[in-house]
């Protein structure tokens, strides 16, 4: 139940109500915007709240148990905040969002209605869809460790202890041919065998996608030439000419960590846990029944 102000309740008790709602989005690079669908830009909590920026939302029901409420954002990009390019780069995922039910006429009457993050969004020409998923969505996340064989760390990362920095695991180059928008010919990393790049992260140091970071998908040498593959396009086209970094790939596994990176003493998984095999194994005449280790 929604708890309201002794002024938004006489409002609401009135009959007649100037009401408007108000979505307030803070993005992970720290960003704060606000929109609303009345027809002036308001202001209240320290945030401006853009009119008539192209927002509207789906119904909504909330429920008294553990469910995730979710509803639908409709944008048009016809706010001089809401850019595609950065849409495409991901500036948005997870994105904290508020939606307030605001008193256009004053401002201090207001309650907040839904509180969460932004899920799946949908691009189209014009415009954009937005999944607000409510607060319950985080129980549905997976929290700790797993035991696994794979190594849970990230590449460089504490727990890992590598350091990227310097040239054995870390490249730097340009681009001198685009096979399309995912495939580039670069020049400045033929000293590296093939697939060092392999899951590494991929960033632009120039140009139009300066800054996005790209997982690279296959790294390999044809004709002569490298050949860098990432796995989702940028948000623009890439242009020949501009430079980029790219840092080496782990594939997780202990034999990667220890032959590539001299790192097996920081290795974060499991290498000599019992696969599906034994798990699933069973005596056979013949076989050594004596009870000893079989791993």
């Known amino acids: 139940m929604k708890s309201l102000s002794p002024d938004l309740q006489a409002h609401l008790d009135s009959g007649t109500t100037t009401l408007c709602q108000c979505w307030k989005l803070i993005r992970r690079d720290g960003a704060t915007m606000g929109f609303t669908d009345h027809d002036r830009a308001l ?13 509207t939302a789906s119904a909504v029901s909330s429920t008294s148990g553990l469910a995730v409420d979710n509803l639908d954002v409709l944008g048009a990009l016809s706010s001089d905040h809401l850019e595609d390019g950065d849409l495409a780069a991901g500036l948005y995922d997870d994105a904290e969002i508020e939606i307030w039910r605001v008193n256009w006429q004053a401002t201090d009457q ?15 020409p014009t415009g954009f869809t937005a999944e ?11 929290t700790g460790r797993l035991f696994q064989y794979a190594c849970d760390a990230d590449l460089g990362d504490a727990r890992c202890g590598v350091s990227l920095t310097g040239s054995a695991f870390t490249g730097t180059g340009s681009v001198i041919g685009v096979t399309d928008n995912r495939e580039m010919i670069v020049t400045g990393l033929d000293a590296y065998a093939d697939a060092w790049f392999a899951r590494g992260l991929l960033t632009f140091t120039s140009g139009v996608n300066q800054d ?27 242009e020949e000419g501009v430079t980029l970094s790219v840092a080496a790939g782990c594939d997780k596994q202990f034999e990667t960590c220890r032959a590539k990176f001299a790192n097996a003493a920081s290795f974060r998984g499991f290498p000599h846990i019992p696969g599906n095999d034994f798990a699933l194994s069973y005596p056979l005449r013949g076989s050594n029944n004596d009870g000893s280790s079989q791993v």
């Open 43 to 55: 202001s209240f909590n320290g945030t401006l709240f853009e009119a008539a920026a192209g927002f």
């Open 110 to 124: 207001r309650v907040l209605m839904r509180k969460g993050n932004l899920g799946e969004i949908s691009r189209g």
């Open 132 to 142: 607000v998923r409510g607060l319950s969505h985080r129980l549905n996340q997976p």
């Open 212 to 238: 996005e970071v790209l997982e690279v998908k296959r790294h390999s040498k044809r004709a002569g030439a490298v050949v860098l593959e990432v796995w989702h396009a940028p948000a623009q086209a890439i």
